[in-house]
């Protein structure tokens, strides 16, 4: 069992940057492949970015290459994306998960959910 507990969620202006956290707790961290997802209402779970079991390795939606950045630190049990020059469509809410088995951009892969943290970009 994993628990995941979303924070650094908030409301910025276009342009702005914002850095979300991630707290797991229990047994698994190190040995699960992190992600982010983001939702908006009306809208399926959105891929945002991956990131290894030892952290080596990032994978990232087109959407956000070059922009957000996926990282880990297993001693701290925490996951983080770092988010920069943020625009409107980034708003949603954005969800932390785990996936024991694999390396998967999809949803339905991953084992533990976090709560979520709203991120609201204004224009």
């Known amino acids: 069992q994993v628990q995941l507990v979303e924070s650094g969620g908030g409301s910025v202006q276009a342009g702005g940057s914002l850095r979300l956290s991630c707290a797991a707790s229990?047994?698994?961290?190190?040995?699960?492949?992190m992600g982010w997802f983001r939702q908006t209402p009306g809208k399926e779970r959105e891929f945002v970015a991956a990131v290894s079991r030892s952290g080596t390795n990032t994978y990232y939606a087109d959407s956000v290459k070059g922009r957000f950045t996926i990282s880990r630190e297993n001693a701290k049990n925490s996951v983080y994306l770092q988010m920069n020059s943020l625009k409107p469509d980034d708003t949603a809410v954005y969800y932390c998960?785990?996936?024991?088995?694999?390396?998967?951009?999809?949803?339905?892969?991953?084992?533990?959910w976090g709560q979520g943290t709203q991120v609201t970009v204004s224009s």
């Open positions: 998960a785990a996936d024991l088995k694999g390396w998967n951009v999809y949803s339905t892969s991953y084992n533990y």
């Open positions: 229990g047994r698994g961290f190190s040995g699960s492949v």
